[in-house]
T-cell receptor, first 111, second 115 residues
Framework: GNSVTQMEGPVTLSEEAFLTINCTYTATGYPSLFWYVQYPGEGLQLLLK?????DKGSNKGFEATYRKETTSFHLEKGSVQVSDSAVYFCALENTGNQFYFGTGTSLTVIP | DSGVTQTPKHLITATGQRVTLRCSPRSGDLSVYWYQQSLDQGLQFLIQ???????AKGNILERFSAQQFPDLHSELNLSSLELGDSALYFC??????????????FGEGSWLTVV
């Protein structure tokens, strides 16, 4: 079956710290992988995506690389800001266009 | 603004009642997805429609039903409500079916509180 497992939160970091949120997946076939972000009181919005192995998605200083050999898609950012405080969801899309989301990781960045 | 519109934004109702949540997808999007987000179960996929037809079904209870109309808007009907149905219900839409890298766009959600 298809599933996504991501790092349990909450995560609290100081401003300018390095961020890693781990995500691993199980899928049949060749899924696309996504990171979505949910700011307080809002819906989820696409942060970045990768559609095939070894692709790197990037946006707003965040990066994630599609690693087929380790079935992972870890989210990283070199220097977080207070405005990055949000809940981050890892997701996969299977070939039937069905999306499976992880449980979300809450990030709080303190000044 | 994602272009996906959900109404109502907030709803409080009593146990045993029935409610309808409405979603208007982004202009031109044929696929609509419904998700339930609760504190203890995270984001759960309920159901997907494509151009009026049910495409996939997830963890949707028998007390819940959905449909997508010819104008592509969708409704999620929740009946015989229980306290545990209190959650944030999201609608999402996308333009494609098939292929890969299909981005879905979320509405802001409908907060349902059952008392």
């Amino acid at each position: 079956g298809n599933s996504v497992t991501q790092m349990e939160g909450p995560v609290t970091l100081s401003e300018e710290a390095f961020l890693t949120i781990n995500c691993t997946y199980t899928a049949t076939g060749y899924p696309s992988l996504f990171w979505y972000v949910q700011y307080p009181g809002e819906g989820l919005q696409l942060l970045l995506k990768a559609t095939k192995a070894d692709d790197k998605g990037s946006n707003k200083g965040f990066e994630a690389t599609y690693r087929k050999e380790t079935t992972s898609f870890h989210l990283e950012k070199g220097s977080v800001q207070v405005s990055d405080s949000a809940v981050y969801f890892c997701a996969l899309e299977n070939t039937g266009n069905q999306f499976y989301f992880g449980t979300g990781t809450s990030l709080t960045v303190i000044p | 603004d994602s272009g996906v519109t959900q109404t109502p934004k907030h709803l409080i109702t009593a146990t045993g009642q029935r409610v309808t949540l409405r979603c208007s997808p982004r202009s031109g999007d044929l696929s609509v997805y419904w998700y339930q987000q609760s504190l203890d179960q995270g984001l759960q996929f309920l159901i997907q429609y494509y151009n009026g037809e049910e495409r996939a079904k997830g963890n949707i209870l028998e007390r819940f039903s959905a449909q997508q109309f010819p104008d592509l808007h969708s409704e999620l009907n929740l009946s015989s409500l229980e306290l545990g149905d209190s959650a944030l219900y999201f609608c999402a839409s996308s333009s494609r079916t098939g292929g890969s890298g299909n981005t879905i766009y979320f509405g802001e959600g409908s907060w349902l509180t059952v008392v």
